[in-house]
Nanobody
């Protein structure tokens, strides 16, 4: 089992910035992918960005140039720096952990990000 503890999020005006962090603990595999997904009301959960503990990152086109994902592979923490936020970024943001070997995924409890216009 892997436990994920998220922090950050909140309310910000359009153009503002927020940062999220997520710490993984428990049965951490030597290779893994951590990331962020988001789900807006009435919409499906979508990928925001992921990063492996070897430094490979994937960022969704809708947030490229505005969001930056990074990891601390020693402490098993993933960060998401969100700049130039837009109202359409409003969603519950979920941290994820995927064991590269087993493909088993774990999810955080979610944190609300609200961008007011």
């Amino acid at each position: 089992q892997v436990q994920l503890v998220e922090s950050g999020g909140g309310l910000v005006h359009t153009g503002g910035s927020l940062s999220l962090s997520c710490a993984a603990s428990g049965s951490i595999s030597s290779l893994y992918t951590m990331g962020w997904h988001r789900q807006a009301p009435g919409k499906q959960r979508e990928l925001v960005a992921t990063a492996t503990n070897r430094g490979r990152t994937v960022v969704h086109d809708s947030v490229k140039g505005r969001f930056t994902i990074s990891t601390d592979s020693v402490r098993n923490i993933v960060y998401l720096q969100m700049n130039s936020l837009k109202p359409e970024d409003t969603a519950v943001y979920y941290c994820s952990f995927e064991n590269t070997y087993t493909r088993r995924q774990f999810w955080g409890q979610g944190t609300q990000v609200t961008v007011s216009s």
